[in-house]
């Protein structure tokens, strides 16, 4: 189902059993309740305009048909529909599964398209935006490779990170705004016993932000979001939540005291003390796949454990291996497939 799609049947829906709209029915403001741009509002309008189901008043507004009015509810026949697949999650999630190969896996367009159901014209345009997010490399004449997770690539990725980012704190330190910083720290709830850990990561956007200077921002725009991504999906323990939100909160504590060296120094802290949890994700992760394996019969990933001499043993499951291949077993027809 298309986001018109969708749209035009929610609004039918709730006006075919006089339920409440979604919204002042303007175009901006649907778009805003649907955090969708206004293309498919006015698509959705456009249909529903000529079916007869809303009319367009003189302040340039939409309304409900009048003759709509006392049609009996009809909930049978108009169920409010379920909502479009996110596709950028679902794939997201697959890239993340198939990152704990530890090798650089390039992604089949049609087979992967095939499996999951959806064009490749849609696919495209997620893995755009994906490879604009860094989750994913894009390789000129080559297609789109999974980008490996690996304790190396960890390392380097934190040790850049934590220069960059102590500069960029010490870039917007004039630029804090003091009720921004302890809306954050509201945001951030430690384990005390009485209610649940609370974490909330927007200090590291905003003291990039703050800094304004580019290339600190062009870097984690670049290389942040595979790493923002491998946190959103996975489930952390209260305890691994409960001792960033701490963190987080000494952070913030000492930049309102004004105590701006102590703030910089725990804040390369914080970002050292990230790895471990790293691994409590990709343990995560790897369980996560077990159990896609173990109830859907297929894991798009290979699982692997660490070796004496830090060598990876690696089971490559058949199935997985019709939707990806890797640079070392790539088909006579796969420079074509990407370059169509």
């Known amino acids: 189902m298309s986001l018109a799609n969708y749209i035009e049947r929610d609004i039918e829906s709730r006006i075919r059993n006089h339920r409440e709209l979604p919204c002042a029915m303007t175009l901006q403001?649907?778009?805003t309740h649907y955090n969708v741009s206004l293309t498919p509002v006015?698509?959705?309008t456009e249909s529903l305009l000529q079916?007869?189901?809303l009319v367009k008043m003189g302040n340039r507004r939409l309304a409900v048909s009048s003759h709509l009015a006392d049609v009996p509810l009809d909930s049978e026949d108009h169920?409010?529909?379920p909502p479009p697949i996110d596709w950028d999650q679902v794939i997201t999630r697959h890239i993340l599964l198939?990152?704990?190969?530890g090798e650089a896996i390039f992604m089949r367009e049609e087979a992967l398209a095939e499996r999951l159901e959806i064009g490749r014209t849609l696919l495209r345009q997620v893995f755009s935006r994906l490879?604009?997010?860094g989750i994913i490399d894009h390789v000129p004449r080559r297609g789109w490779r999974v980008r490996p997770l690996n304790e190396a690539d960890?390392?380097?990725?934190?040790d850049v990170r934590v220069t960059l980012e102590k500069r960029a704190l010490e870039l917007a330190i004039p630029r804090l705004v003091k009720a921004d910083l302890e809306t954050m720290l509201a945001g951030n709830l430690p384990l005390d016993g009485s209610s649940t850990p609370r974490l909330d990561n927007q200090l590291h956007q905003y003291f990039i932000e703050k800094s304004e200077n580019r290339y600190i921002r062009d870097f984690f725009a670049r290389h942040g979001g595979y790493y923002r991504a491998l946190f959103d999906y996975a489930a952390l323990g209260a305890d691994v939540i409960a001792e960033m939100a701490t963190q987080h909160r000494q952070i913030l504590s000492d930049l309102i005291k004004g105590e701006n060296e102590r703030a910089i120094s725990g804040l390369a802290e914080h970002i050292r003390s990230q790895q471990p949890a790293v691994k409590q994700v990709i343990s995560h992760l790897e369980s996560q796949a077990l159990k896609m394996e173990k109830t859907q019969g297929f894991?798009?990933?290979s699982s692997f454990r660490e070796q004496p001499g830090n060598q990876r043993t690696e089971v490559a499951e058949a199935e997985a291996d019709s939707v990806l291949e890797t640079s070392s077993q790539r088909s006579p027809d796969y420079q074509q497939t990407y370059t169509e």
Not at 154 to 158: D, E, G, I, K, V
Request: net charge positive.
């Open 29 to 31: 403001c649907l778009a």
């Open 51 to 53: 079916r007869g189901l």
């Open 131 to 133: 490879a604009g997010a």
């Open 79 to 81: 169920l409010a529909p």
């Open 299 to 301: 894991s798009p990933i």
């Open 154 to 158: 960890l390392a380097a990725y934190l």
């Open 42 to 44: 006015r698509e959705a």
């Open 98 to 101: 198939l990152s704990l190969r």
